[in-house]
Nanobody, 112 residues
Framework: QVQLVESGGGLVQPGGSLRLSCAAS????????MNWYRQAPGKERELVAT???????GYADSVKGRFTISRDNAKNTVYLQMNSLKADDTAVYYC??????WGQGTQVTVSS
């Protein structure tokens, strides 16, 4: 069955960086687009970044220029490099594959 396992979250100061990882299994990873979503307290889940099977990427305006999504098909892993983090980036970050497959989430807290 499809499994997505996120890691790499934590507490970081404003301006800092984190790299999230999502290890995928149970499907042919290289054939699928992969997404990162986030959900902050009291807010709806929002799409942060996407990467197609061909490697094309897209970003929410709020993270453009600061976050980078990438994938390693040999390792069945998708990454989210987050730089210049702000307090507004605090959220649970989820890995996603269409349709309806989600990881358990990893908490990112940006605070001094």
């Amino acid at each position: 069955q499809v499994q997505l396992v996120e890691s790499g979250g934590g507490l970081v100061q404003p301006g800092g960086s984190l790299r999230l990882s999502c290890a995928a299994s149970g499907f042919i990873f290289r054939l699928y687009a992969m997404n990162w979503y986030r959900q902050a307290p009291g807010k709806e889940r929002e799409l942060v970044a996407t990467i197609t099977s061909a490697g094309s990427t897209g970003y929410a305006d709020s993270v453009k220029g600061r976050f980078t999504i990438s994938r390693d098909n040999a390792k069945n892993t998708v990454y989210l490099q987050m730089n210049s983090l702000k307090a507004d980036d605090t959220a649970v970050y989820y890995c996603n594959r269409a349709v309806g497959y989600w990881g358990q989430g990893t908490q990112v807290t940006v605070s001094s």
